[in-house]
């Protein structure tokens, strides 16, 4: 009987009609839905599912709640391991993690993990507790999921919590980076505003390191400062013609659009829409600028990728979603140069490449064929990954603080998510462990939190 109830789906946007606006593309289940997909979970004993999710989230205990119709009980269950069960659930990569671990995946369809938990993360709320000054202050530097996780753990322990944000808005990358249609607003909105409601303060404009530095925070009485200020420092490619107008870091598109709104007509910073964007590099971030060009207004977006489409490091559903919204995929592709006219990028040469030898990722290295072509575009968005911001420690290094970093610039952590610097922690993307995904910021936040209270207490 069980194996017979089919993967359920959430209902998706009209693939001609979402092109045009930023609402969610997908729905959320209806009761039905949940309730059905929740039976098909065999409840496994030994679950690997959970033992494939980096935070650990007990996922046949949420599930078997959903089935008997106890929401609150399954939204307990999430919260006592991720505080984020709304966003997780629409941004993680499911396929990768618990679904593609869950026993029903190996002979058929896993069960809908992820949908799940944004299904109980969106009906229900964390409960509030009763919370006991403990008299000391910690401040949080970023209020992405690193920040907002630890902030939750810090105040539910009686700590005074102080986020510190260099942007107008709060959110980090969930914010700035990561698209309304991927992550609607109000999900965010709605963290953030459970966490003022908990008494945490939020600063806004207070760039650590230059507004404000760690050692003054530091005076001001902070007894526990942590850093989770991400990786938001684009990388380039260095080649020619990457000065000219109507080339931007994905990051630079992605918060122009998202946090500045310069895609409307009444922004002060308007961007210049042309009709054809090139998109260069794969992953989930490539993904969110090619799908948020076209509902800019660019007639053509095209994503150029080095490899072929085997190698592509965005999830699945990102590359599905992105074909059905007419992005043109051009593989075995590398950028050579940007040609311009009055200063205005013009067309872009693209070397054509062949798959050779593995590299030391063990993927094959994409070798030159020594042959070439030119695509004629208004707009170049280079999508190659990111670094963190030397800001604060470049401060620290002034106030003779050794705050050691990495040959990347990252910030050296331990296990317990310390630092070189007595009482200065970090996590998140400036101090990776791991992957850079929201989880496992937010682990890190809840990491770094827990030695926080250990040391404090
Ligand atoms: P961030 O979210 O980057 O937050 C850091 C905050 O610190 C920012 O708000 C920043 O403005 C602030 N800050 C920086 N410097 C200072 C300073 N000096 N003083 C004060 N504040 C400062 N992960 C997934 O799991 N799934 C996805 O689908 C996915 N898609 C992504 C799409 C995009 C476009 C991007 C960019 C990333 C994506 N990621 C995805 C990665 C994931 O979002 C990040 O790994 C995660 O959000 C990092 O969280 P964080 O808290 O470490 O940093
Ligand atoms: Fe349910 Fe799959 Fe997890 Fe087993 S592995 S408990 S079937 S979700």
């Known amino acids: 009987m069980v194996e017979k109830i089919e993967r359920q789906k959430p209902k998706e946007q009209d693939k001609f009609e979402r092109r045009h606006n930023f609402e969610a593309v997908e729905e959320n289940f209806t009761p039905e839905q949940a309730h059905l997909e929740a039976s098909r979970c065999l409840n496994c004993k030994n679950a690997r599912c959970k033992g494939a999710c980096p935070v650990s989230i007990d996922i046949p205990s949420f599930i078997k709640e959903v089935k008997e119709g106890n929401l609150d009980k399954a939204g307990d269950v999430i919260r006592q391991s991720s505080m984020l069960p709304s966003v997780c659930g629409r941004v993680c990569p499911?396929?990768?993690?618990?679904?593609?671990?869950?026993?029903?995946?190996?002979?058929?369809?896993?069960?809908?993990?992820?949908?799940?938990?944004?299904?109980?993360?969106?009906?229900?709320?964390?409960?509030?507790?009763?919370?006991?000054?403990?008299?000391?202050?910690?401040?949080?530097?970023?209020?992405?999921?690193?920040?907002?996780?630890?902030?939750?753990?810090?105040?539910?322990?009686?700590?005074?919590v102080s986020v510190f944000e260099a942007l107008h808005e709060f959110g980090g990358v969930l914010r700035y980076g990561i698209p309304p249609f991927r992550l609607p607003r109000f999900v965010l909105d709605r963290e953030i505003e459970a966490l003022k409601n908990m008494g945490v303060k939020f600063y806004k404009n207070v760039v650590v390191g230059k507004s404000i530095t760690i050692q003054q925070l530091k005076d001001e009485g902070y007894s526990a400062i942590f850093i989770c200020s991400g990786a938001g420092l684009p990388k380039m490619m260095n080649i020619k013609g990457e000065n000219l107008n109507g080339v931007y870091s994905a990051n630079e598109f992605l918060t122009r659009v998202n946090l500045m709104h310069a895609d409307s007509a009444d922004t002060p910073t308007p961007l210049k829409i042309g009709k054809i964007a090139a998109i260069i590099g794969g992953g989930n971030v490539a993904m969110d600028a090619a799908r948020t060009a076209v509902r800019v207004g660019?007639?053509?977006?095209?994503?150029?990728?080095?490899?072929?489409?085997?190698?592509?490091?965005?999830?699945?559903?990102?590359?599905?979603?992105?074909?059905?919204?007419?992005?043109?995929?051009?593989?075995?592709?590398?950028?050579?140069?940007?040609?311009?006219?009055?200063?205005?990028?013009?067309?872009?040469?693209f070397e054509i490449m062949e798959l050779g030898e593995p590299d030391a990722s063990g993927r094959q290295r994409p070798v030159g064929t020594g042959k070439f072509v030119d695509i004629e575009l208004d707009s170049v968005i280079v999508s190659l990954g990111t670094g963190p911001n030397p800001i604060i420690q470049r401060s620290t290094e002034q106030e003779n603080l050794e705050l050691n970093t990495d040959d990347k610039g990252y910030i050296v952590i331990n296990e317990k998510g310390e630092t070189s610097l007595q009482s200065v922690y970090a996590g998140g993307d400036v101090a990776p462990l791991g992957p850079s995904t929201a989880i496992n910021a937010m682990g890190a936040g809840k990491r770094a939190a827990k030695t926080i209270i250990e040391a404090l207490s």
């Open 94 to 160: 499911q396929e990768k993690q618990c679904e593609g671990s869950c026993i029903l995946g190996l002979k058929g369809q896993s069960i809908a993990i992820g949908a799940l938990e944004r299904y109980v993360g969106d009906n229900t709320s964390a409960k509030t507790k009763t919370i006991v000054p403990n008299g000391k202050k910690v401040a949080i530097v970023g209020s992405g999921c690193a920040g907002m996780s630890a902030a939750a753990d810090l105040r539910n322990a009686g700590f005074e």
């Open 298 to 349: 660019y007639e053509k977006v095209y994503v150029f990728y080095r490899r072929t489409e085997r190698e592509l490091p965005a999830r699945l559903e990102e590359i599905r979603h992105a074909k059905e919204e007419g992005i043109d995929f051009q593989f075995l592709r590398a950028p050579v140069e940007i040609e311009g006219e009055d200063g205005f990028v013009k067309s872009m040469k």
